[in-house]
């Protein structure tokens, strides 16, 4: 994947500016690139340091189980059938837990256990469940309480208010959040509907 | 206001993990150093990556493709709220998360970070994801190749995202 987006952008880039006659600038943008692919990652190291380290300290004080545990109730409407099977459903909201934190390489690895489980009970193994579907369209949209890298590169850019962006991020993110959910929800309500009619009907 | 309250996010965070190495019983300054060390890790490991796409994308735009693609699609662009300087960000974004920070913070730095395109840009990059990279990780992992409405649900809301996203910064900053 990543290979095919250097590919991309680099090929066309050349291609474009040799035909505006771009090139000196072409030259100057490699140059630039690669310095500028330090600062930025140097002015994400210590923000990446500082904030692995205190999740980590939440995650071993048991922050994420807690989380978890209150979050259970909720998150068991819109998977009904892990939470009919009982399988996953503890997985899914650490997942959720740890995105709500920010812990990126802990949520990962448990909705990929999440993912495991339901597909114990899943009836055809090469096919999504739409509990599956509704985790992983879910991790596309999840809610961050404190997304620390944009934070970081936005004062990295020289912003003088870093955080004005917040509440916005924190708006957007949990409408996309239940956006998510809600359309992920659609094909289980037709299908339950369609079902209720074919019932009335014979009735 | 909320701009003050939201600037305690981060304090309040420290002071939380600092509660807990104060009245804690488990070394928990341990825990943080070794959770920094890994912190440290993913970053030098990020380095190489980076500088690919870095390169990348400024030899993208230094061509000039951007410049005339973003002209291309003022018009539209506008009609829909959308600045075609994001162009960059929202194509990358979907896939990759070092590219789509390489493109955010080459964007910041060319419009700077606090205005109105940079607001959008910041909002954007918080709360959308890498939509094709998420999905194709969770259902490979467990050998799905059927993913069914997975991806048209996951863009749906990514493009409802971006939208949202430009509406609410015109709303709330300008």
């Not at chain 1, 709500?100 to 990962?108: D, F, M, S, V």
């Not at chain 2, 929202?90 to 940079?118: H, I, K, M, N, Q």
Request: with cysteine; charged share 15%.
């Amino acid at each position: 994947m990543l290979g095919k987006i250097f590919g991309v952008l680099s090929v066309a880039g050349l291609l474009f500016g040799m035909f505006t006659g771009n090139t000196e600038a072409l030259g100057d943008a490699v140059l630039d690139g690669a310095s500028r692919a330090v600062e930025v990652t140097l002015s994400l190291c210590g923000m990446m340091c500082l904030w692995c380290g205190m999740m980590r300290v939440l995650q071993e004080a048991g922050v994420i189980r807690g989380l978890s545990r209150l979050l259970s109730p909720f998150l068991r409407l819109f998977f009904p059938q892990a939470h009919r099977t009982g399988e996953g459903i503890e997985e899914i909201s650490a997942n959720v837990s740890a995105n709500l934190l920010g812990i990126g390489n802990a949520a990962t690895p448990f909705a990929l256990a999440a993912m495991e489980k339901m597909q114990k009970s899943n009836p055809h193994p090469d096919r999504a469940t739409s509990d599956q579907i509704t985790l992983a369209v879910l991790n596309t949209a999840s809610v961050t309480l404190i997304p620390a890298n944009l934070l970081a590169l936005r004062r990295a850019a020289g912003s003088e208010r870093p955080y004005a962006v917040l509440v916005p991020v924190w708006i957007c993110s949990v409408l996309s959040a239940a956006m998510a959910l809600f359309l992920t929800s659609i094909p289980g309500w037709i299908k339950r509907g369609a079902r209720r009619g074919e019932g009335d009907r014979r009735g | 206001m909320a701009e003050r309250l939201a600037s305690l996010a981060m304090p309040l965070a420290a002071a939380l993990v600092g509660a807990f190495m104060l009245f804690g019983k488990r070394d928990y300054f341990a825990a943080f150093t070794r959770g920094a060390s890994e912190g440290l890790h993913t970053a030098v490991k990020l380095l190489p990556t980076m500088v690919a796409l870095m390169v990348a994308v400024a030899i993208l735009n230094a061509s000039g493709a951007v410049d005339l693609l973003s002209e291309v699609l003022t018009l539209p662009a506008e009609r829909l709220g959308v600045p075609s300087e994001l162009l960059p960000l929202l194509v990358t974004r979907p896939f990759s998360g070092s590219a789509s920070t390489a493109a955010y913070s080459t964007l910041l730095s060319e419009v700077g970070a606090d205005s109105f395109v940079g607001m959008c840009a910041s909002v954007i990059f918080g709360s959308s994801d890498t939509v094709v990279y998420v999905i194709s990780v969770y259902f490979s992992s467990v050998g799905i190749r059927r993913t069914r409405w997975a991806f048209p649900c996951a863009f749906a809301v990514m493009l409802f995202c971006i939208f949202f996203s430009c509406f609410l910064c015109r709303l709330w900053f300008f």
